[in-house]
């Protein structure tokens, strides 16, 4: 059952998408990188172009590229479901890069799996549970590895480092909603309408930090350097609509433990892609920080699953 044709090419599909998914951190890195000097310091100016960008190209040709997005989307629950799961990822991702303006992409790709423990932990919250051994043993193990993955172990976390865990947090939170929200309205076109707050709230960030006559001259610049538009299109193309058209698809043709372990290798593939394009050094604090991350999120998550399935 679990090795039918069907099985394998979910597998390999999966693996694309997490290849894709560890791509995008060096993508965002080149793209807040080649802003700087045209820019400065307008941190805010250039997350909000990058995500309008990523967000309004996979809004645009989603409901090309996959029409099923389009059944149901004049509906009001979509569209105020798609407004909940649009504020965390807002959130996420404003933090995330904020946060890689002073973290490697491999750093930032280890922290933001962080998610896997917080969305179990905000289960358990939600099932009025307390967090059992399991939960207490991987969360050790997370926070022990978040805490020397930069350097010896210590937990004064700079204010990047603290921004890349909060948006683990909101990511997580964005799993738990999701798991909510498509049991009540269409899962594609509540991604549909989710994508287009987020282009709208990516705006937003956009004209707050558009400053004087000269930023205007500044987005036409940004859009013209190819360090800056192709990543941002990159992203928007295959680390949004393609990630989340295979996700949808595919998953639910593999038992939650082995998309568990499939979605493990994201950070593994980012920390690889950010050594080879000289974004980031392997140490061996890199190594054991981020093994100690995987194992802790990997216990988290299929631990439980495992004792349940032989219960």
């Not at 002073?102 to 549970?129: E, G, W």
């Not at 999701?178 to 594609?188: A, E, G, K």
């Not at 639910?252 to 593939?269: D, F, G, K, N, T």
């Not at 890199?286 to 699953?305: A, F, K």
């Amino acid at each position: 059952m679990l090795n039918t044709p069907r099985s394998k090419v979910a597998i390999g599909a999966l693996l694309v998408v997490t290849l894709i998914w560890g791509w995008t951190f060096s993508w965002m890195k080149t793209a807040i990188e080649t802003a700087g000097p045209v820019v400065g310091d307008a941190l805010p100016f250039v997350v909000g172009l990058f995500m309008v960008v990523r967000f309004g190209v996979a809004a645009v040709l989603m409901p090309i590229v996959v029409p099923a997005s389009r059944r149901g989307i004049l509906q009001v629950c979509v569209w105020r479901d798609g407004g909940w799961l649009a504020l965390l990822l807002l959130g996420g991702f404003f933090l995330q890069m904020f946060a890689l303006d002073d973290v490697s992409p491999a750093v930032s790709a280890f922290l933001t799996s962080l998610y896997v423990a917080f969305t179990a932990l905000l289960v358990a919250i939600k099932q009025r549970k307390a967090p059992g051994r399991v939960a207490v043993v991987g969360v050790a193990l997370v926070t022990l590895g978040a805490a020397c993955i930069s350097g010896p172990p210590h937990l004064a976390f700079g204010v990047s480092a603290w921004l890349t865990v909060l948006c683990a947090v909101l990511f997580a939170g964005h799993i738990v909603t999701t798991d909510i929200v498509t049991r009540r309205s269409p899962p594609l076109a509540v991604a549909l309408s989710s994508f287009v707050w987020v282009t709208l709230g990516s705006a937003l960030l956009l004209g707050f930090g558009l400053s004087g006559t000269s930023a205007w001259q500044d987005v036409f610049v940004l859009l013209s350097q190819p360090g800056f538009l192709q990543p941002a299109l990159l992203a928007g193309v295959f680390g949004t609509l393609v990630g989340l058209s295979l996700l949808t698809h595919y998953q639910r043709a593999l038992s939650p433990v082995r998309a568990a372990v499939l979605y493990a290798l994201e950070p593994v593939w980012a920390a690889m892609i950010a050594v080879y394009g000289g974004m980031a050094t392997v140490d061996i604090w890199l190594v054991g920080g981020g093994s100690l991350l995987l194992v802790g999120n990997l216990w988290m998550e299929i631990w439980p699953r495992l004792k349940g399935a032989q219960a």
